[in-house]
């Protein structure tokens, strides 16, 4: 069984009326217009747009932002291409996100839609969730440190009461970015939980009546009805914690530093150790310059994505 | 009296100015200058309290102090911040690691002529401070605070183990029988610990015993000379602690020990004497010892944090700055400030002083950090690279101790690695 609804032709009608009656911008409505949105302009110029072409500058230079700098043109990328330490980062970065973004998102959903349903004591649970999202990343760093601990900490030690054996956690190798993963979840699928509620509870009750007139069942209802609502927010939620997977740092710095042997280096903690414990400014702005184009391949892919599937999510 | 003396030789592309005395600044002439201290509640206080003093004697001086960031370690991320927009104060605290980068920055101020028209309180400061403050044939500060690696130990935990407190002339095989005797894995102690986060405070507690087993940072040309032999059988050292004995605790991200130390779960602790403050506080029952030594070479490293001074092309600042920090560091302002706060006296002079009798009182074993100073004989290399290298040998340490390289092998690349940093 077909369950359709087309919105479209009704949008459609309304564009074109509206085109119609349209006016021409006058002098006064222009600045009107620029009255309200200068401010805001002015400052995304000042604080983003004028710091990343000057970071840009920067990574054409050899400077440590102390002794004078020198021009070296892009031979900062060059180096960068072919950067055994770089790749390695990349490919901790991509571990990362594929591991925490696809959990994060579906996790979310799963949550959510288990807390979107009548139960007792829904808004403790709900609060339970929200709250390590609410926690600074360092905070939470901080108190995974002492968890984690290989000798002293929690999960060891009930682990020891559950006669399992004992793990190295963020000190194997093997095992540090998994641990980060999972921290990382504990701190933020409360972002993708409360996204997801909102999503669930402004699907129209009147679509999910009308489908179970229409003879469907639950699992038909959610596959049919429920997900394709979702679709939005979904590209939206995965952007959003991809870019998130790339920008890793803050959960790095407080708990391994980048340890055990640079296996929890990630691309921005790279960054950071380049520009402010080797001072290679100029070598870690264009660090900057190709997590920057990353971030973009990968938003516009998700956008175009969403486009071609008619899930508009921006 | 006038002082003559210019910059011209200051550095790549420096302002040059020329130095005069506080001396040469006409009665009624005021001068503003800024302070970044790096300190923070009651030190921060205290040096606000004596640079109202200074100002008081110094009619139309007016000294802008704060801490210039929220940690120490910030202070540098602050400067660079302020080179970039001309807004660097006349004083900043500094770590010693910082000086040569801070040095070459084309924006500090030389006081060596200022120093040498008047060198008796210069040549107070010990040699391994006077160094850190070198860069090249220039002086870009004064100590600031003083500090030395020595082993503090748990004396509840070496008398529970059946060891009695270590004698001044032990050896490193003593403390490697120490701690594994101290290390209990049942009761979650670590017999000692050692940090592979990777930065300097990884890189710097390698260097005593490199420096015992008759090994240098650098070579005379400034190349790496770590990896020599003498380098290699220090790190090798601490791999058979730490895989063979497994007795220390290996400290991921160097944040953890100190603490862990406090709580009794390591035994031994590699510190200085800024940590006694808090041991003081815990009432712990502790004991303090000059390094474990090589053939009765009980060598340590030395840390010196520096006031240094900045360059605004303007001789009265300079005058004032200068004269200032030359105050603050003078034996009586040192007593009242560094003494007082738990820290070292700049100088051995210092410790013929009532206010030094009752720091020891206060602080049981700073007596041996103070007699310690003695055994800091080299200072850390003073070049722009270093801190570069610093990472490169920090990481090959971490390798090592963690088991995943050979000594030779990772300082061998280590040093090739830090080799690009320390040719400019």
Redesign the interface.
């Known amino acids: 069984m077909a369950i359709t609804f087309s919105t479209g032709d009704l949008a459609q009608a309304t564009k074109t009326s509206r085109q119609g009656k349209e006016a021409r911008p006058t002098l006064r409505s222009t600045l009107t217009g620029w009255a309200f949105c200068g401010p805001a302009t002015l400052v995304i110029l000042g604080l983003s747009v004028f710091p990343a072409g000057w970071a840009f500058v920067l990574s054409l230079q050899k400077n440590d932002l102390i002794t004078p700098s020198v021009n070296v043109g892009f031979s900062n990328y060059q180096t960068l291409a072919q950067d055994p330490d770089m790749f390695a980062a990349a490919w901790h970065t991509l571990f990362y996100a594929l591991m925490y973004v696809p959990t994060s998102v579906l996790g979310g959903l799963l949550l959510a839609i288990a807390l979107n349903r009548p139960i007792r004591f829904q808004w403790f649970y709900r609060t339970c969730i929200f709250v390590p999202f609410v926690a600074s990343a360092a905070a939470t760093g901080i108190l995974a440190n002492f968890v984690f601990d290989e000798k002293f900490g929690a999960a060891n030690n009930l682990l020891r009461l559950l006669h399992l054996p004992q793990q190295g956690f963020l000190t194997d190798t093997h095992q540090a970015m998994m641990v980060i993963v999972i921290i990382s979840l504990w701190g933020s699928i409360g972002f993708c939980v409360l996204t997801y509620l909102a999503a669930l509870q402004d699907i129209s009750q009147d679509i999910v009546d009308a489908a179970l007139v229409d003879g469907a069942n639950k699992w038909q209802v959610f596959r049919h009805v429920t997900l394709p609502e979702l679709g939005p927010v979904t590209v939206f939620t995965t952007v959003w914690q991809m870019i998130a997977a790339i920008q890793l740092f803050d959960l790095v710095f407080t708990t391994t530093k980048g340890q055990p042997l640079n296996s929890t280096v990630t691309l921005v903690f790279y960054l950071y150790r380049m520009a402010f414990m080797e001072f290679k400014a100029g070598y870690a702005s264009a660090i900057a310059y190709v997590i920057f184009a990353i971030t973009m391949v990968l938003t516009l892919f998700m956008v175009w994505y969403g486009k071609k599937t008619k899930v508009e999510a921006f | 009296m006038l002082t003559s003396a210019c910059g011209e030789s200051s550095g790549?592309?420096g302002p040059s100015t020329k130095v005069v005395t506080i001396d040469d600044i006409k009665p009624g002439t005021t001068v503003d200058i800024t302070w970044w201290h790096g300190q923070t509640s009651d030190a921060a206080r205290l040096l606000g309290r004596l640079a109202r003093e200074y100002e008081k004697a110094h009619p139309g001086v007016t000294i802008k102090d704060s801490a210039g960031a929220s940690t120490t370690d910030e202070l540098?991320?602050k400067?660079?911040?302020g080179?970039?927009s001309d807004t660097y104060p006349d004083i900043s605290y500094a770590y010693g690691s910082w000086v040569a980068?801070?040095g070459?920055?084309?924006r500090s101020l030389d006081i060596s002529p200022l120093i040498n028209a008047a060198p008796e309180a210069w040549a107070e400061f010990p040699e391994a401070a006077r160094q850190t403050a070198t860069v090249g044939d220039r002086i870009v500060g004064m100590p600031a605070v003083n500090g030395n690696l020595a082993v503090i130990y748990n004396r509840t935990l070496l008398k529970k183990a059946g060891l009695a407190d270590p004698s001044p002339d032990w050896t490193w095989d003593d403390f490697r029988a120490y701690a594994k005797k101290l290390n209990d894995p049942a009761h979650?102690i670590?017999g000692t610990a050692y940090s592979?986060?990777?930065?300097e405070d990884t890189t710097w507690h390698l260097w005593p015993q490199l420096w015992q087993n008759g090994g240098e940072v650098l070579d005379t040309s400034g190349m790496p000379a770590f990896n020599s032999d003498a380098g290699v059988e220090a790190l090798e050292f601490w791999r058979s602690m730490a895989q063979d004995d497994k007795s220390v605790?290996?400290d991921?991200?160097?944040e953890?020990y100190g603490q862990?130390f406090n709580a009794g779960?390591i035994a031994m602790q590699i510190t200085g004497p800024w940590v006694l403050y808090d041991l003081k506080k815990l009432k712990m029952d502790y004991g303090v010892q000059v390094l474990p030594g090589t053939d009765g070479d009980h060598q340590t490293v030395g840390g010196f944090d520096m006031w240094t001074l900045f360059d605004h092309s303007d001789t009265n600042k300079a005058a004032v700055a200068y004269d200032f920090v030359k105050w603050l560091t003078a034996p009586e302002q040192d007593v009242r400030w560094n003494v007082a706060n738990g820290n070292l006296p700049l100088r051995s002079s210092a410790g013929n002083t009532p206010e030094f009798a009752q720091y020891v009182a206060d602080f049981p074993g700073a007596d041996v950090f103070f007699a310690n100073m003695g055994n800091a004989k080299k200072p850390r290399p003073t070049v722009?690279g270093y801190?570069?290298m610093s990472?490169e040998v920090g990481?090959a340490i971490?390798?090592v101790l963690?088991g995943?390289k050979d000594a030779r092998t990772a300082l061998d690349e280590a040093a090739k690695a830090s080799e690009a940093?320390l040719v400019n």
Request: avoid cysteine; aromatic fraction near 6%.
């Open positions: 790549p592309a540098l991320t400067l660079q911040a080179f970039a980068k801070l070459s920055s084309g979650k670590s592979v986060a990777g930065n605790y290996l991921q991200n160097g953890k862990m779960s722009p801190q570069a990472v990481k971490s390798e963690l995943a940093e």
